[in-house]
């Protein structure tokens, strides 16, 4: 069974652009969350979709919003891109919504912003 | 609110060794707690999990952690260290039998010396 995908595996951009990311689940995981590492920051939690919709949000500003399609894949959008916005991010799926059940964790998507 | 403190950001041990990775939480109410491994380049794998059952919970890959409400710890740990145990470890939090989103701690670093 194929993994969590994640597309761009790296990504550099300037600062004002905006950059969409891509998170294909595992297949049959109806459930993606998102997450934020930073070595400063350490991984904080962005936001968690089930079935369309968002179940959950951490505290981002609305620059970083995301979605998700019928088919389980997500996309999440960050606007107005800062210096700060650098980082790794994550995607993880997991069958069912909720940290109960055990998230499977893609390689990440590598943004760089100068 | 729930936090996670993992105390030593950086733990170096022999090959052979015990591993101890400290971890310490604080949650208003019962917790889910999760150790998560990272390797590099990757994303994060679970190592273990517990959920209210059994406080002493057993991991893939050799490791264990024990819950101790008492002191609010859910120490990491594995008789023997190998060298592929060299990585990032991660201990994370979530409430309301696991509903929450989970909130990590910032991680230790761990390095195995030959």
């Known amino acids: 069974k194929a993994g969590v995908t994640q597309t761009p595996r790296y990504l550099i951009k300037t600062r004002g652009q905006q950059v969409t990311l891509s998170c294909s689940p595992i297949s049959g995981h109806r459930s993606v969350s998102w997450y934020q590492q930073t070595p400063g920051q350490g991984l904080q939690f962005l936001f968690e979709?089930?079935?369309?919709?968002?179940?959950n949000k951490g505290n981002f500003p609305g620059r970083f919003s995301g979605r998700q399609f019928s088919n389980s894949r997500s996309e999440m959008n960050v606007s107005t891109l800062e210096l700060g916005d650098s980082a790794l991010y994550l995607c993880?799926?997991?069958?069912?919504?909720?940290?109960?059940?055990?998230?499977?964790f893609g390689p990440g998507t590598r943004l760089t912003v100068l | 609110a729930q936090s996670v403190t993992q105390l030593g950001s950086h733990v170096s041990v022999s090959e052979g060794a015990l591993v101890l990775l400290r971890c310490n939480y604080s949650?208003?109410?019962?917790?889910?707690l999760f150790w998560y491994v990272q390797y590099p380049n990757q994303g994060l794998q679970l190592l273990l999990k517990?959920?209210?059952?059994?406080?002493l919970v057993k991991g893939i890959n050799g490791f264990e952690a024990e819950f101790k409400k008492s002191e609010t710890s859910f120490h990491l740990t594995k008789p023997s260290a190998h060298m592929s145990d060299a990585a990032e470890y991660f201990c994370?939090?979530?409430?309301?039998?696991?509903?929450?989103?989970?909130?990590f701690g910032k991680g230790t670093r761990l390095s195995v010396i030959a």
């Open positions: 994370a939090v979530s409430e309301n039998s696991g509903n929450t989103p989970l909130v």
């Open positions: 993880a799926s997991s069958a069912a919504p909720g940290a109960y059940n055990e998230q499977f």
């Open positions: 949650s208003s109410v019962p917790p889910y």
């Open positions: 979709y089930f079935s369309e919709t968002q179940r």
């Open positions: 517990y959920t209210s059952a059994a406080t």
